[in-house]
């Protein structure tokens, strides 16, 4: 089947997701977009579960003040390798975690992992770190965070 360049164009954006990974979604899903689109997710989702236990020894440490300078989160973000750590992907995953603790405030690395995200309950931290991880294709993992309150 021909693959439309501009459906091809259209999916590695909105998915990050390889050429030749959206071309094959595309010619399975028999030019359907959006059977294509959840074939990435869900082919990428495989990929992340196999990226668990991979050690991860680099990435960034990250900061966030709420606008009211009462709030401050800095938490330390790990991936394999310094090449994934200065991505655009893992640095935005890095802000929206530090929004995350921010708001929701919680104790541990477990309980903010199993959180609700604040932009879409219906996906929790740890699945957005998973679609992440299917975007850079090296594991990563939320090392430790630590949450400030003025007067706390």
């Known amino acids: 089947m021909e693959v439309s360049i501009d459906l091809l ?27 294509a689109r ?42 394999e390798t310094d090449f994934v750590a ?3 992907e893992f640095k ?9 603790v921010a708001s929701m405030n919680p104790e541990k690395v477990e309980d903010l992992l199993k959180s609700p995200y604040i932009r879409d309950p219906k996906v929790s931290i740890s699945d957005l770190i998973k679609q992440t991880v299917a975007k850079v294709g090296e594991n990563i993992t939320v090392a430790k965070f630590t949450r400030m309150q003025l007067g706390e």
């Open 9 to 35: 164009k259209k999916l590695r954006q909105e998915t990050s997701a390889g050429i030749a990974d959206c071309r094959t979604a595309l010619e399975d899903a028999k030019g359907d977009y959006e059977k």
């Open 38 to 79: 959840k074939l990435i997710i869900e082919r990428g989702l495989e990929k992340a579960s196999k990226k668990e236990g991979k050690e991860t020894s680099q990435g960034v440490i990250a900061s966030y003040v709420h606008q009211t300078g009462k709030v401050g989160v800095l938490v330390e973000l790990r991936c």
């Open 86 to 88: 200065r991505t655009d």
């Open 92 to 100: 935005a995953l890095a802000h929206e975690i530090t929004l995350q």
